[in-house]
T-cell receptor, first 114, second 117 residues
Framework: GENVEQHPSTLSVQEGDSAVIKCTYS??????FPWYKQELGKRPQLIID?????GEKKDQRIAVTLNKTAKHFSLHITETQPEDSAVYFC?????????????FGTGTSLTVIP | GAVVSQHPSWVICKSGTSVKIECRSL??????MFWYRQFPKQSLMLMAT?????????EQGVEKDKFLINHASLTLSTLTVTSAHPEDSSFYIC?????????????FGPGTRLTVT
């Protein structure tokens, strides 16, 4: 089965700085890679996703890069704000063709210091 | 966007009893739903894939006789934790994909916090 590793487990940055979270996956058939933000006791919220046919995707302050050869993908948050503080999870999936199961990384607790 | 609800949002039960959690897709039909378990400060662990009209598919290591899943309609899946024990205390979250879109995104319910005493 798929194994997703995520680093770092905790990350503290000063407000305005950038934050980078990295994930690796093991299943070469995975072709969909979403990133979720989860606040304490709440549901995960999708913040950005990428499919394997592109190498990079950007949405305002958030970007995701994918290296299929190396089987790793990263989340980049620029100009961080205190409201970005939360736990972030990456996930990998083979998509609907094989059931669309998501396998999550271990999570990164991001703290943005005002 | 697609909305998924869960009921109850929290439940406390005594050891040895069974608890049922409902997951509903409110504005779309979900042929497939997913159940996750999340321990405090840990990741979401996929427990099973719930398929409408057929048996659920369980991930390795998940006891299917303990975690009963029923997906009787296109908008409702239920997870029953049978003979619950304190170690079953956790945050249970369901999700669903809207097959009517071309998206791969899963929409998550708000979660159910189960405490077994």
């Amino acid at each position: 089965g798929e194994n997703v590793e995520q680093h770092p487990s905790t990350l503290s940055v000063q407000e305005g700085d950038s934050a980078v979270i990295k994930c690796t996956y093991s299943d070469s058939a995975s072709n969909y890679f979403p990133w979720y933000k989860q606040e304490l006791g709440k549901r995960p919220q999708l913040i950005i996703d990428i499919r394997s046919n592109v190498g990079e995707k950007k949405d305002q302050r958030i970007a995701v890069t994918l290296n299929k050869t190396a089987k790793h993908f990263s989340l980049h948050i620029t100009e961080t704000q205190p409201e970005d503080s939360a736990v972030y999870f990456c996930a990998a999936s083979e998509g609907p063709r094989t059931g669309n199961q998501f396998y999550f990384g271990t999570g990164t607790s991001l703290t943005v210091i005002p | 966007g697609a909305v998924v609800s869960q009921h109850p949002s929290w439940v406390i039960c005594k050891s040895g009893t069974s608890v049922k959690i409902e997951c509903r897709s409110l504005d779309f039909q979900a042929t497939t739903m997913f159940w996750y378990r999340q321990f405090p400060k840990q990741s979401l662990m996929l427990m099973a894939t719930s398929n409408e009209g057929s048996k659920a598919t369980y991930e390795q290591g998940v006891e299917k006789d303990k975690f009963l899943i029923n997906h009787a309609s296109l908008t409702l899946s239920t997870l029953t934790v049978t003979s619950a024990h304190p170690e079953d205390s956790s945050f249970y979250i369901c999700s669903a994909r809207d097959p009517g879109t071309g998206d791969y995104e899963q929409y998550f319910g708000p979660g159910t916090r189960l405490t077994v005493t």
